[in-house]
């Protein structure tokens, strides 16, 4: 049973504009999520990290938690052709153990 | 610092071979993964160390040995694999349960 779900798109969207990636997860002890971008070949690269309710920023990136409904997103401003890659959702299992778990990621193809 | 060193970036070993890949942090990081990657698929989890102690296994083939000589080393010792086993493997490292993860950059294994 997937603990963390992504649509794995690809999402399309032109330059300029805002992507908005989407992530849920079913264990409600999860506390903390992240998201990552992988580049073809590459490998993930940690661009948020979430701990609570509500948004948070970092330039032209804002991490969305809502653990009432059990979602994660992350929206993307300004989208560049340079932001083209997969997008990851990891978010942490609870049960005694804190397992780091992936989502199957979604594709983001930014075009000009 | 966020670096996560990996060697060596390609592998290419007969099923009869054995080898190690190494992964090295100096962030005083606690927490150590081995993860695994195949083509267009989510990273897998293979094994998380916490202050040097294997703590989770996930039913990994004994094929692959990990192992954890200290806080700022990780090795994946590999024998007899299979073809299969061809992927991306990578190492990450957190300062401790459910806080970031960074990563490295990847060994590119083939199995011949």
């Not at chain 2, 610092?1 to 990996?6: A, G, K």
């Not at chain 2, 009869?16 to 992964?23: G, V």
Request: include cysteine; proline fraction near 6%; glycine fraction near 8%.
């Amino acid at each position: 049973q997937k603990e963390v779900e992504q649509n794995s798109g690809p999402l399309s969207v032109p330059e300029g504009a805002i992507a908005s990636l989407n992530c849920t997860y079913s264990d409600r002890g999860s506390q903390s999520f992240f998201w990552y971008r992988q580049y073809s070949g590459k490998s993930p690269e940690l661009i948020m990290s979430i701990y609570s309710n509500g948004d948070k920023e970092d330039g032209r990136f804002t991490a969305q938690l809502n653990k009432a409904s059990q979602y994660v997103s992350l929206l993307i401003r300004d989208s560049q052709p340079s932001d083209s890659a997969t997008y990851l959702c990891a978010g942490g299992v609870s049960g005694g153990s804190y397992i780091p778990t992936f989502g199957r990621g979604t594709s983001l193809i930014v075009h000009p | 610092d966020t670096e996560v060193t990996q060697t060596p970036k390609h592998l290419v070993m007969g099923m009869t071979n054995k080898k190690s890949l190494k992964c090295e942090q100096h962030m005083g990081h606690r927490a150590m993964y081995w993860y695994k990657q195949k083509a267009k698929k989510p990273p897998e989890l293979m094994f998380v160390y916490s202050y040097e102690k294997l703590s989770i296994n996930e039913s990994v083939p004994s094929r692959f040995s990990p192992e954890c000589p200290n806080s700022s080393l990780l090795n994946l010792h590999l024998h007899a694999l299979q073809p299969e086993d061809s992927a991306l493997y990578l190492c990450a490292s957190s300062l401790g349960a459910s806080t970031e993860a960074f990563f490295g950059q990847g060994t590119r294994l083939t199995v011949v």
